[in-house]
């Protein structure tokens, strides 16, 4: 059984940088897309990036580009997700995700659906 595994997160003042974990107990050159959905209080879960652990081909929602970045660190199956520059707005609930794929640039990709594990999610607040 599949389990992802998160770790990070917390409170940062706006402005401010963190990282997020995902450590997949599977092997990742497995070829996965993983990724990280977050849901803001009182709001619908959205997409925020995705990468697959066989090309390393990364994408990002507008709402993050520019100032996040998603990678991976094969030795230990895990998956990383930088923020910069936080806003307010990026408080939310982060959930880790992953689906075993042959390719993840697929539209599809942004929706919760398609993704069959789920990590247990992590908490970022960003305020003064």
């Known amino acids: 059984q599949v389990r992802l595994m998160q770790s990070g997160g917390g409170s940062v003042p706006p402005g401010g940088s963190l990282k997020l974990s995902c450590a997949n107990t599977?092997?990742?050159?497995?070829?996965?897309?993983m990724g990280w959905f977050r849901q803001p209080p009182g709001k619908d879960r959205e997409w925020v990036a995705r990468m697959h652990t066989g090309s390393g081909d990364a994408y990002y929602a507008d709402s993050v580009q520019g100032r996040s970045t998603i990678s991976q660190d094969n030795t230990k199956n895990t998956m990383l997700l930088e923020m910069n520059n936080l806003k307010p707005e990026d408080t939310a609930m982060y959930y880790c995700?992953?689906?075993?794929?042959?390719?993840?640039?697929?539209?599809?990709?942004?929706?919760?659906?398609?993704?069959?594990?789920w990590g247990k999610g992590t908490l970022v607040t960003v305020s003064p």
């Open positions: 599977d092997d990742t050159t497995n070829n996965y897309c």
């Open positions: 995700v992953a689906d075993r794929r042959p390719y993840c640039g697929a539209a599809v990709m942004t929706q919760q659906v398609n993704y069959k594990y």
